[in-house]
């Protein structure tokens, strides 16, 4: 079972690069690192997914360092539309098992992400 | 456009007034999922299913029906609602057997309050 820990909040201000650090000392071999954004009364929306170094889209990117026991989410220059909650799920994609029994994907408490003007 | 629906988007009931929660998604994903929101306890799963009649329990799934007749929709039920369960409800859904890039799609939830 990879638990994750997040710091349940960060505050940036517009413009600024954020980084937010997820670790999951016990992942394993064949799991993979994915990010949700979710904002108040909407459901979660998938930002970014990896499975070792560096993954880059159009939204963020994802660092893994070699142990894979922690990922950071990095947005560049944060707006105020970014004020939301980010999730790091860690689980075997291919078997939808995120640490549960298949099939149960588990959310931990995320991280509140405040952007101030 | 690729989506998962909910309807409806707000309910208000009385206690014990069985309800049925709409889901259904155009994308032929064959995992299908609820969730309940409640704050400071993030989100839940309530029921999933893997594929038609494949349905299986989530964390809390005590007071919840649920079924998978067709591969598009998975109602939820509650046959007699509490106060307990009134909550920020979402539907989710995904392939299955596939390394895809684009995880689990969500609905734009379901308030429901019960009084």
């Known amino acids: 079972l990879a638990k994750t820990t997040q710091p349940i909040s960060m505050d940036s201000y517009e413009g600024q690069e954020v980084n937010i650090t997820c670790s999951h000392n016990?992942?394993?071999?064949?799991?993979?690192i994915t990010w949700y954004q979710q904002f108040p009364s909407q459901g979660p929306r998938f930002i970014i997914q990896?499975?070792?170094t560096k993954v880059t889209n159009e939204v963020a990117s994802l660092f893994i360092p070699a142990d894979r026991k922690s990922s950071t989410l990095s947005l560049p220059r944060v707006s105020l539309s970014d004020t939301a909650v980010y999730y790091c799920?860690?689980?075997?994609?291919?078997?939808?098992?995120?640490?549960?029994?298949?099939?149960?994907?588990?959310f931990g408490k995320g991280t509140k992400l405040s952007v101030k003007p | 456009e690729a989506q998962v629906t909910q309807n409806p988007r707000y309910l208000i009931t009385v206690t014990g007034k069985k309800l049925t929660v709409t889901c259904s998604q155009n994308?032929?994903?064959?995992?299908m999922s609820w969730y309940r929101q409640d704050p400071g306890l993030g989100l839940r799963q309530i029921y999933y299913?893997?594929?038609?009649?494949?349905?299986d329990k989530g964390d809390v799934p005590e007071g919840y029906k649920v079924s998978r007749k067709e591969k598009r929709n998975f109602p939820l039920i509650l046959e007699s609602p509490s106060p307990n369960q009134t909550s920020l409800y979402f539907c989710?859904?995904?392939?299955?057997?596939?390394?895809?890039?684009?995880?689990?799609?969500f609905g734009s939830g379901t308030r429901l309050t019960v009084v």
């Open positions: 989710a859904s995904s392939r299955l057997n596939n390394r895809d890039s684009y995880g689990y799609t």
């Open positions: 016990n992942i394993a071999t064949n799991d993979y």
């Open positions: 990896g499975y070792k």
């Open positions: 799920l860690v689980g075997d994609v291919y078997r939808r098992n995120y640490g549960g029994s298949q099939g149960n994907l588990i």
């Open positions: 994308m032929n994903h064959e995992y």
């Open positions: 299913s893997m594929n038609v009649e494949v349905t």
